[in-house]
């Protein structure tokens, strides 16, 4: 059984164990638990996975009825839990993180089932710091985290990413081809996540004509939630922009990328060491705990990416990126560092570790 869930940096991962297991396994059987109503009720399906959903949510910073309600949603998804548990009657069960894991594992740990969890970020998230104690093994994205978790159950694995991410060489220039792009020119990647962050889209259209007079092609995943919008405003800028609500072949883009833009969540940071793209960070303020800032200074501390604060990004980020592809020169040393830090084969050396338990 996998839990977990909630955001895509939880759910993607998920699935990537999941795949690993299959093509690792001519016989296995995997349920899926999330949350009813978010997005792992739609995506795992998707994937081709069963799930199962919980009536659970988190625990909000601020008085609400949602609040008021979490004991109640507490107890009937430990109930549900433990039905689940007795029904499938699993042989290990691996969290993801999010709160959607918390009821499923803490029901596992106290039959003895074998738990591992998987983090994905550098800073642990308050589910998976909780149920630590009863995991067996806990797989790590990054190194030093001791500090949250007992030292003997750590292996550092990465974090899984999808198989389609990683770079053709050969497929190149049909992915300008795909873009409609000039393979010749300096192009600038932007993503924000599939819902789009106004940070980096406002820093963008205010850049569009330093763009544009730097003859810089520009690929914009704006987000569902902003796109009509930022398409209105984005005309007579000038300029070659490719404008996305949501790219879809996203290792076309990368492949046509010389420098990116992202948000630093886990599962954007895996896919750029994969990738091996020189970056620029502007880590979301709005995420628990400041995580993504801490996701984002453990690649600054290995000179393997360059990071611009959220509140410092209409002035600064534009000409940050102009000035890195001017530098050829400063894209070699991130991509070669960001590149070392990748962990290529993340879902298959998860996997293996859920294999053990079972074995054990």
Wanted: glycine share 8%; net charge neutral; charged share 25%.
């Amino acid at each position: 059984m996998i839990s977990g869930g909630g955001t895509g940096g939880h759910i993607y991962p998920a699935i990537s164990i999941a795949q690993a297991l299959k093509d690792m396994l001519q016989s296995v059987d995997i349920l899926f638990v999330g949350a009813k109503g978010k997005m792992e009720m739609k995506k795992v399906p998707e994937a081709g996975f069963e799930i199962e959903g919980l009536w659970i949510s988190g625990i909000q910073r601020k008085l609400s009825a949602d609040n008021l309600m979490f004991p109640f949603k507490l107890l009937s998804s430990i109930r549900q839990a433990s039905k689940l548990i007795k029904k499938f009657n699993p042989d290990v069960v691996v969290g993801v993180g999010g709160y959607a894991s918390g009821p499923l594992l803490y029901v596992a740990g106290k039959k003895g089932i074998p738990i591992l969890i998987q983090e994905q970020n550098s800073y642990a998230g308050l589910t998976n710091k909780w149920l630590s104690k009863s995991a067996r093994t806990i797989c790590v994205a990054h190194e030093g985290m001791e500090k949250y978790f007992p030292a003997n159950k750590i292996v550092v694995t990465g974090n899984p990413v999808r198989k389609t991410i990683k770079l053709n060489p050969n497929r190149k220039a049909e992915a300008f081809k795909h873009f409609e792009l000039d393979e010749f020119k300096p192009t600038l990647l932007v993503i924000g996540g599939s819902l789009g962050a106004r940070t980096l889209n406002e820093s963008v259209l205010d850049g569009l004509e330093r763009l544009a007079k730097e003859d810089i092609q520009l690929i914009w995943q704006c987000g569902g939630y902003y796109h009509d919008e930022m398409k209105g405003r984005v005309e007579d800028k000038g300029g070659k922009v490719i404008l996305k609500d949501f790219i879809f072949q996203m290792d076309f883009a990368y492949a046509c990328a010389d420098v990116v833009i992202s948000r630093a969540g886990a599962l954007s940071i895996a896919e750029l060491m994969l990738t091996g793209k020189p970056s620029i960070l502007v880590p979301s303020p709005n995420v628990a705990e400041d995580h993504q800032t801490i996701n984002a200074k453990a690649l600054v501390d290995n000179d393997a990416a360059e990071m611009v604060k959220d509140n410092e990004a209409m002035d600064k980020l534009i000409d940050e990126a102009i000035a890195l592809l001017k530098d050829k020169d400063r894209q070699q040393k991130l991509s070669k560092n960001i590149g070392a830090m990748a962990h290529e084969n993340a879902a298959m050396d998860i996997a293996n570790e859920v294999v053990k338990l079972v074995e054990e």
